[in-house]
């Protein structure tokens, strides 16, 4: 059971400065005393937004005194190069959010989510916030969950669209990757190791600098990537400094995702492309003119031996050349191709490279599953070891079931995603079984590339998302 507090206060209303004369001398005087007190005197946050041909802008803030602020923001509409000269041209409208346990720190946590939130939303093209600020700890940090469940429970009555449901927010692959995330102790060590090495070499004008991350699928790697990448921009634009940072990974979802962070952060309007591939990135830049800091995301999917348009022998090497630090996330347990085989040796001493500077780093807490640790030893038996333990006991939520037919663990997974806590179970093979991107099943009487055991047999789900429209993959 959630923590029981009061709902929150939420107003919407056109976001002009006439519209705030009104409700701060008519409609705040008609309230209650409660929501007077409440948005006159407390903390408060805030969002402008302004829809266009179906996409949303939107800037996030919090403020002890709202109508101060929101008149300052409205001073600045004058400055075509900021979002504020959009108010008034874009018919926007202001959500006030007001509650009875806000405090500074408490309204800079929802500020956050509610920014984290924002740029996972389909329909948002840009957020306008510079950086968030995640708080440690202060009262009542303990009820930050059930007030934001209810504040966003109040915006979705408001606008469906532009609030939707949480769980579609969370299943998003822009909200798992997004650098908003707020970061564990051992994320920020690293954070602020990387940023303190990126600086001392821009300084010293240094290259060829290497910081090897090592982490298992799920202890934080993405994020710290995503986050680090996005703090150093942050920093550059408060500086008014220069800065060429890029984000290069060797998967074309993961691409996609980092690409949509950086649109919608307005990274790509203001310095271009920021995001590549690797293969892409090594043609288009030499080691002469390096770009200050490259990051690579899930390393382990380099190239180690020349394929098509790469023609050399290692990427990471060829992109260490090419930069003046490089920060990547390697996994060796994730590698799957022989192309991206990465002989011991080899790997060794790239990460003897990094320890030697000072410079290697190892995330080993388990964020994506929250379990114990009998389970967690019993997982990583059965797929690192290949040893089959006796299942755990059930703690912590997880339950551990063996079928002895691919039928009944079908039936189990969709009876699981009918229920709502559930709902994203899914059936996962390895490729042991055959499949092709680039051709089709020499069987002609075959639609798809599919799992065969027995008479059981499903596609793969790459078969059957070519056949869906764009509407039909975001349902």
Not at 38 to 58: A, C, L, S
Request: glycine share 4%.
């Amino acid at each position: 059971m959630g923590i029981h507090v009061a709902p929150p206060i939420i107003k919407n209303i056109k976001d002009s400065r006439d519209a705030l004369d009104f409700f701060e001398m008519v409609s705040l005087p008609a309230e209650d005393e409660r929501t007077q007190e409440i948005i006159r005197n407390f903390p408060t946050v805030y969002i402008h937004n302004w829809e266009e041909d179906g996409e949303y802008e939107v800037y996030v803030g919090e403020s002890n005194d709202i109508f101060k602020r929101t008149r300052q923001h409205y001073d600045l509409s004058f400055d075509r190069s900021r979002w504020q000269s959009r108010l008034a041209e874009k018919n926007a409208s202001l959500f006030i959010i007001g509650h009875e346990h806000f405090n500074k720190s408490l309204t800079l946590d929802i500020e956050n989510r509610l920014m984290h939130y924002m740029m996972s939303v389909e329909c948002v093209k840009h957020l306008h916030n510079l950086r968030d600020n995640p708080q440690a700890s202060y009262y009542p940090m303990e009820e930050l969950d059930e007030i934001f469940g209810k504040i966003w429970k109040g915006l979705r009555k408001e606008n469906g669209i532009l609030f939707p449901a949480e769980s579609a927010i969370k299943d998003s692959a822009i909200y798992k990757a997004s650098p908003l995330h707020k970061l564990t102790k051992d994320q920020e060590r690293a954070k602020d190791l990387i940023i303190e090495k990126v600086a001392k070499a821009r300084k010293s004008g240094e290259a060829k600098q290497l910081i090897f991350i090592d982490g298992e699928a799920g202890t934080g790697k993405t994020v710290l990537n995503s986050s680090t990448f996005y703090e150093l921009y942050c920093m550059a634009e408060e500086n008014n400094k220069d800065l060429n940072c890029q984000l290069l990974v060797n998967h074309d979802e993961q691409i996609t995702v980092y690409e949509q962070i950086a649109e919608k952060l307005g990274l790509t309007g203001k310095y271009g492309k920021v995001v590549s591939k690797p293969t892409a990135f090594i043609n288009s830049h030499s080691e002469d003119e390096p770009v200050d800091v490259a990051f690579v995301d899930e390393a382990h999917l380099l190239l180690t031996q020349g394929k098509q348009s790469y023609r050399g022998k290692n990427q990471l090497k060829d992109i260490i050349d090419r930069a003046r630090v490089t920060i990547v996330m390697f996994d060796e347990n994730q590698i799957l191709t022989a192309e991206q085989f990465w002989e011991a040796q080899i790997l060794e001493g790239f990460r003897n490279q990094a320890k030697r500077s000072g410079n290697h780093i190892v995330l080993d807490k388990q964020l994506r599953m929250q379990v114990d640790e009998e389970t967690m030893d019993w997982i990583d038996a059965f797929t690192k070891r290949r040893e089959l333990k006796k299942i755990p006991r059930i703690i912590g939520g997880y339950s551990i079931k063996i079928f002895d037919e691919p039928e009944l663990l079908d039936l189990e997974i969709q009876k699981r995603a009918k229920e709502s806590d559930s709902m994203l179970s899914r059936i996962i093979a390895t490729y042991d079984w055959e499949y092709s991107s680039g051709r089709k099943p020499e069987d002609r009487l075959m639609k798809y590339w599919e799992v065969f055991i027995g008479n059981w047999h499903k596609p793969w789900n790459r078969e059957l998302e070519a056949d869906l429209s764009r509407q039909e993959k975001e349902d």
